[in-house]
């Protein structure tokens, strides 16, 4: 496999820009207080699963300040009885999610995992249902933010495992609970960072320059396909059934130990048996599940349904 000889590197905590500027210090007025902070914190808790440590307070501040300026409101306070206001609460709740989530991706961000998919995983996959009437491999990269990590997968597949494997078919679904995500992965048009990772070949062959950014190909488009989903709403994660893969990369980071337990059951449930789950470069499912076999590919591990 050709791949260009470049380091990937975990970034789990980055900023967004333009946020500095809503920092507790500037606004005297708007600081966050402990009790606030707190209800603030099981409130997000309790609707998604993220925790936010104490030494993210500043984190949350920063993310609901956003929110405060925009709707012009004077305290969190009077933020949160507006989120909580019955009428408007499922808009602003997902106005909340883009605030506080964290979005960060790029392209072949875990080289390894593409390598154990394409060489290992897949084939496995594919040997097992050879036989069978059932020609056809379910992905699921769950928390895909936009996109890249669908799309990834999806450009190994068209290059090395299709061409051998005509008869079969791959489905890839990207969920994420971020809707402005979602739409910039239906859209599928990147900027230079997403893909600073990407292989020149793959560049060449699967995107098309345009004056918006590097826009995927329909050839790759058309094996993902993107829905919103909460990885903690039990009965919308129940719906998810029947993958072979599923890879929940960088976001139980965010959680704390009782909502990854939670969200990694609903995993488990998720894949066919003999189906793998991968996670990141910085995650581990040690305390989390011992219903996974520990499966070791070159340099990565995957858990496998067995
Ligand atoms: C850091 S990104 C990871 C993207 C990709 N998996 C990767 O590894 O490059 C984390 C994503 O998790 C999503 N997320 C956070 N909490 C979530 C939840 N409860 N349900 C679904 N997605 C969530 C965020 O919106 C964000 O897009």
Redesign the pocket.
């Given at each position: 496999m050709e791949y260009t000889n470049k380091t990937f590197t975990n970034m789990n905590f980055v900023s967004r820009p333009g946020l500095q500027t809503f920092n507790s210090t500037s606004t005297n007025s708007m600081t966050l207080s402990s009790e606030s902070f707190e209800r603030w914190r099981q409130f997000i808790y309790k609707s998604?699963?993220?925790y936010f440590q104490d030494n993210k307070k500043y984190l949350l501040e920063s993310r609901l300040l956003k929110r405060l300026n925009s709707l012009k409101l004077n305290s969190y306070e009077e933020y949160f009885d507006y989120v909580n206001l019955g009428s408007r609460k499922t808009i602003e709740m997902q106005e909340l999610?883009e605030a506080i989530?964290?979005?960060?991706?790029?392209f072949f961000?875990n080289q390894p995992q593409q390598e154990a998919l394409i060489q290992k995983i897949i084939p496995e996959l594919i040997q097992a249902k050879y036989n069978t009437p059932f020609k056809k491999i379910k992905i699921w990269?769950a928390?895909?933010?936009s996109g890249?990590?669908a799309y990834s997968i999806a450009m190994v597949i068209k290059e090395y495992i299709q061409p051998r494997f005509p008869q079969f078919s791959f489905e890839i679904v990207g969920?994420?609970?971020?809707k402005e995500?979602l739409e910039k992965a239906r859209g599928g048009v990147y900027n230079d960072y997403a893909i600073k990772n990407l292989p020149l070949n793959f560049l060449k062959k699967n995107f098309t320059k345009t004056p918006r950014g590097f826009e995927i190909t329909s050839d790759i488009k058309k094996y993902a396909s993107f829905i919103e989903?909460?990885?903690?709403d039990d009965l919308k994660m129940r719906s998810m059934q029947n993958f072979d893969v599923v890879?929940c990369?960088?976001?139980l980071i965010?959680f704390d130990l009782k909502s990854k337990i939670k969200v990694v059951n609903h995993l488990y449930n998720a894949l066919n048996k003999g189906g793998y789950l991968f996670i990141?470069y910085s995650e581990t499912l040690h305390g989390i599940s011992q219903a996974f076999k520990l499966t070791s590919f070159p340099k990565t591990i995957g858990y496998k349904k067995e």
């Open positions: 998604c699963g993220i999610y989530t964290i979005n960060e991706t790029y961000r990269s928390a895909s933010s890249e990590e969920t994420d609970i971020s995500m989903l909460n990885l903690y890879i990369a960088n976001v965010y990141g």
